[in-house]
């Protein structure tokens, strides 16, 4: 019959598990288990193994302090301890007082828990002791030293009773040191330490387990592990009744009807209330959930606008933070703009951001239209510009950076507040024929007046360019230049300092070819002018004669009921000299000559000339401002301070105001007439100019900033902008009949919109006061059977002024013929091209609304416009923004052929809407066709 383990245990007083390992000891192998079973024989031959081994006969102290001294070398087997007592152990030091003579005794880290003292240790240590190595002299001198430490844990215990008992319940807890093993310390030279690979231990030994620093201890009291509670179900809400407390329920005097009331009355407030107070509206609890929803997606919706202005503001009263873009640049929403201006040079890049469009749509159409593959950064041509705006529906103009000249010419030209305008002095110039008394007449003015000041103080003995004389209280400036030539080349530089004329004319003599040129000349520059009939006071003179050859210059005397005063004078017998004073006076008031004092002078170069010790002298006008000492003044190419000023006396002065002829030195070099001068801010200001003139060689850009067309082509260019309406000429031909057969031919020609302007006609060939005359006036030098003189030729070259020669009259009418119909605008004419029918339309989101169409006649261009017709009635006209056969952009499509048309700038065609295409064709108008 089988025995089981657990009760055969049972039966000799051991753990099932021990006696399971004994048993196999013995030689009988079972199973791991409580129950397992074996045979009668077998449980002899267990029992016999028992009783072989036998058991220690020591009390429980005894044998707790000899298996703390025996030296150990197995880890005692814990697991057979049942119950452990809370008896008190011996701490370190007490062991090692103890222990006293113990060095030569070895201790294994085992051996510590030899201190735990066990019930049933006699039959369950004595397993696992190995005393055979120890010699009859160690076990006496354990057993001394058992005795020894035994009486000191007895005594040690009896302490630790007494203090248990009188110390509080928290100092009864163990500590550390406590539980440090009696001879195994740090710092205990008793142990015997076999570190790995150690010569005493050939065998190797196996991976001890990591051990605690701490012995086995007794067991703690009982301890019960905390249960974490697990986490209780949500309380469910409280139901909510399901009877509502509408307001006929609460108005019946319910407590809650006041706040009713309250509620609905504020509600409706929140209502009418201005939306910019909606902030207070969004602070947590006055609001409804819906309202507060509806007004957070508002401002969401705001905020995805833009963070800047309002929407930051509410996005700082809402709380939270604006979201981040994902993008890293914010391009913002994309402005397609109709109208666009872009500054030149400019970029692929610039333009489109200029325009709004994408550089990949400009740049595809460059591809497509000029075949062009371009960079983003490529600089662009205006031309190609204009023609990519067109095709995008973009109205472009170009903004031009202003150089330092042309900020110059700015300031010549700024336009000064009325009332800051003052009046100012009139500039006279005098002309006429030679020896008809214009040298005379000044001198005589000059010397009547009583600034003049006989020699030359100053001892600058150059000729004086101008003069200014004081009568009844009013100043008058007259400027002597040596003829017409120069008057016009004044007025071709742009300085038209000028503004009247006196034309002097000897009664004796008579109008004169110079006279006629200077009538010409005054007449091109537009000037008022007075004649003053000199020598009045010679006999025999026919004023009557004079006054009709002046009238057959077209210049009409007053008195013949014209427009031009002609005052009798003798300059040499100082006659009619105050006459001529007050008519000019008059004719200063009437024009209402003005200028502002109080601003950067701004004037012209009369003459310049270079004076020895002085260096460079230069004979200025001032028109605006007030020119002073120390000012910078750039004049043409030279540039200085003002180092001194003299007037038409000599006298040194410290400021001119305007109309004011000064000579002034400090220019670096020797200006020219009719350079302009202005004062500018700083002296390197004025350098830097004044060598930006000379690197690019535009000396005369200051004096020509009024420049125009020089040439015939020119003028047809200048024309089609509607800038000219007239065409100046200057008739030079060989005989009287010539240029009557001319200017007859010439006058034929009528037309309501141009006309030929004829500035100066004589027998002769072309000389330089022509040619001045021609370029003050942008006119054409007509030649006929007549030729230039040298100097002529090369002033023309340098002034760009055209000379046509001609030697026959009918070349002459068709030339002038064709300039004047050249200068005419060209008519506009529609011309249908094609007419297709919408037939379905398609919307795709990134182009709008395309047109499927059949074209029903003629062909449908890309660069056509169609108008829109819908039951017969036109409504718009548009652009073609995208014309497609299937999927492929074409440039055209015929009759009876299918095609989708996308129109620029209408989104709303429908089926049965109606394209008419036609494009605009500028057809050349003759003087001969109506306008
Ligand atoms: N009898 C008389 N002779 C005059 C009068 N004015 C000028 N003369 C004379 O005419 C001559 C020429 O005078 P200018 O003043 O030199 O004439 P101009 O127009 O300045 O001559 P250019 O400088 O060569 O262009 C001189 O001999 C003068 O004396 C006048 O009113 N009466």
Known sequence: MKIRIFALAKELGMDSKVLIDECNKAGVKLKNSALASITPDERDIVIAYLEQKGKPAVSSEESSAQETLTPQREQPKMRNIKTMTSRPQPSRSSTQKSSGTSDEDSYSEEGASGVVVEQEEA??????????????????????????????????????????????????????????????????????????????????????????????????????????????????????????????????????????????????????RDPQDDDLKTRRGSLSLVEARKQRREQRKEGRRGFSGEGSEQQDVVGRRPRRSKRKHDTGNVVHKTEAEVEVPMTVRSLSEAMGRPAKAIMSIMFKEFGEMVTINQIIEEDVALAVAMELGVDLTFKRQRGALESVTEIIEQEDAPEDLVTRPPIITVLGHVDHGKTTLVDTLRKSNVKVVEGEAGGITQHIAAYQIEYNGHKLTFVDTPGHAAFS?????????????????????????????????????????????????????????????????????????????????????????????????????????????????????????????????????????????????????????????????????????????????????????????????????????????????????????????????????????????????????????????????????????????????????????????????????????????????????????????????????????????????????????GRALVLQTFSISRYGKIAGCRVLNGTINRNDRVHLIRDQKILNQYPIASLKREKDDVKEVREGMECGILLSGFNDIKEGDLLEAFRINEVKRTLDSSS
């Open 123 to 272: 039959e369950t240590v004595s397993e696992d002791e190995v005393t055979t190595s120890q010699d009859d002299e160690s076990i006496e001198e354990t057993e001394e030293v058992a005795e020894g430490r035994s009486a000191a844990l007895k005594r040690r215990s009896e302490e630790s009773i007494e203090e248990t008992a009188a110390k509080p319940e928290s100092d009864q807890a163990m500590t550390r040191d406590d539980y440090v093993p009696a001879g195994g310390a740090s710092g205990s030279n008793i142990r015997e330490m076999k570190p790995i690979g150690s010569t005493r231990s050939s065998k190797p030994q196996p991976k001890a387990k990591p051990k605690s620093a701490l012995p086995n201890v007794a067991a703690p009291p009982a301890y019960k592990q905390p249960v974490i509670p697990k986490p209780k179900k949500k309380e469910e809400k409280a139901q909510k009744p399901e009877v509502r407390l509408t307001a006929d329920i609460l108005e019946q005097k319910s407590p809650l009807a006041a706040h009713l009331a309250q509620h609905t009355e504020q509600k409706k407030k929140e209502k009418d």
């Open 489 to 833: 080349e004044m007025r071709s530089r742009g300085a038209n300092v000028t503004d009247m004329v006196v034309l002097v004319v000897a009664a004796d003599d008579g109008v004169m070819p110079q006279t006629a040129e200077s009538i010409s000349h005054v007449k091109a520059s537009g000037v008022p002018m007075v004649v003053a009939l000199n020598k009045i006071d010679l006999p025999d003179i026919n004023e009557q004669k004079v006054m009709q050859e002046l009238a057959s210059q077209n210049v009409l005397p007053s008195e013949w009921g014209g427009e031009t005063d002609v005052v009798r004078v003798s300059a040499l017998k100082e006659m009619g000299l105050d006459n001529l004073l007050e008519t000019l006076l008059l004719t200063a008031e009437l024009h209402e000559l003005k200028a502002n004092p109080n601003r950067p002078a701004v004037g012209a170069c009369l003459e310049g000339f270079r004076d020895e010790g002085r260096g460079s002298v230069a004979w200025l006008i001032v028109q605006k401002g007030t020119l002073r000492i120390g000012d910078a003044v750039i004049c043409g190419k030279s540039y200085g301070y003002i180092r001194a000023m003299y007037d038409d006396t000599d006298q040194q002065i410290e400021e001119a105001p305007p109309s004011t002829p000064v000579k002034v030195t400090g220019l670096d070099s020797v200006p020219g007439a009719g350079d302009h001068f202005v004062v500018v801010e700083t002296i390197d200001q004025a350098r830097e100019l004044a060598e930006e003139r000379r690197h690019e060689g535009r000396a005369d850009t200051l004096a020509r900033h009024s420049g125009g067309p020089r040439t015939l082509e020119d003028i047809l260019g200048s024309a089609i902008e509607g800038a000219i309406q007239d065409l100046p000429l200057i008739l030079k031909a060989d005989t009287p009949g010539s240029l009557e057969a001319i200017r007859s031919e010439i006058n034929k020609f009528e037309h309501p919109e141009v006309r030929v302007k004829i500035l100066h006609e004589g027998i002769g060939g072309v000389n330089e006061s022509d040619v001045y005359l021609a370029s003050a006036s942008n006119a054409i030098i007509i030649a006929f059977h007549v030729v230039a003189e040298d100097r002529a030729l090369n002033l023309a070259t340098q002034e760009d002024v055209e000379i046509r020669r001609y030697s026959i009259i009918y070349e002459v009418v068709d030339d002038i013929r064709a300039s004047l119909e050249g200068m005419l605008r060209p008519e506009l004419v529609q011309e249908q091209t």
